[in-house]
T-cell receptor, first 114, second 111 residues
Framework: GAGVSQTPSNKVTEKGKYVELRCDPISGHTALYWYRQSLGQGPEFLIYFQGTGAADDSGLPNDRFFAVRPEGSVSTLKIQRTERGDSAVYLC????????????FGPGTRLTVL | GENVEQHPSTLSVQEGDSAVIKCTYSDSASNYFPWYKQELGKRPQLIIDIRSNVGEKKDQRIAVTLNKTAKHFSLHITETQPEDSAVYFCAARGGNEKLTFGTGTRLTIIP
């Protein structure tokens, strides 16, 4: 079956602009996660959704970052007033129902802020 | 929160030899430890995982061991092949239910 997909695969933007990154989880997976991966580092947790609600958003670095999952499937990560330090690969993962289940990752969106 | 340390950061082994990557964690409540393989420009892919109620798990050439007392776990790859070359990440799920990843090990298999 289809895995986790993310769009766009690459996004180049200018400092100060707004960006939206989209994640389509595996069908039927109720848990969805966003991570950020900087060069040479492991994925860093940002936010976890269980269904439509954010169960844990403690990893969001500041209030410029926001994520939604209005229908419990597709999720959008939104970054306002982008800064050069936001440049990274943003990874989405989904699992069947709980953090204890295997997390399957999408291919990521490479965000570059000029 | 959880803190995961991973060593070594780079590892080169001759094809056919074994590779071992080690991780330590800080949260004694951690109970789930996956290992992911990430090839250049690709997504992380789960290769094996272990839960805290077992000490060892094996899947063909790959095995993971867990020592809960010492709070460390290791990945063992035997009979390495060129396609094993990648970056490997360990992770631990702590009491806060978040996955915390190590900083990765770049494994190079020398033909």
């Amino acid at each position: 079956g289809a895995g986790v997909s993310q769009t766009p695969s690459n996004k180049v933007t200018e400092k100060g602009k707004y960006v939206e990154l989209r994640c389509d989880p595996i069908s039927g997976h109720t848990a969805l996660y966003w991570y950020r991966q900087s060069l040479g580092q492991g994925p860093e947790f940002l936010i976890y959704f269980q269904g439509t609600g954010a169960a844990d958003d403690s990893g969001l670095p500041n209030d410029r970052f926001f994520a939604v999952r209005p229908e419990g499937s597709v999720s959008t990560l939104k970054i306002q007033r982008t800064e050069r330090g936001d440049s990274a690969v943003y990874l989405c993962a989904s699992s069947q129902s709980a953090p204890t289940d295997t997390q399957y990752f999408g291919p990521g969106t490479r965000l570059t802020v000029l | 929160g959880e803190n995961v340390e991973q060593h070594p950061s780079t590892l080169s082994v001759q094809e056919g030899d074994s590779a071992v990557i080690k991780c330590t964690y800080s949260d004694s409540a951690s109970n789930y430890f996956p290992w992911y393989k990430q090839e250049l420009g690709k997504r992380p892919q789960l290769i094996i995982d272990i839960r805290s109620n077992v000490g060892e798990k094996k899947d063909q050439r790959i095995a993971v061991t867990l020592n809960k007392t010492a709070k460390h776990f290791s990945l063992h790859i035997t009979e390495t092949q060129p396609e094993d070359s990648a970056v490997y990440f360990c992770a631990a799920r702590g009491g806060n239910e978040k996955l915390t990843f190590g900083t990765g090990t770049r494994l190079t298999i020398i033909p």
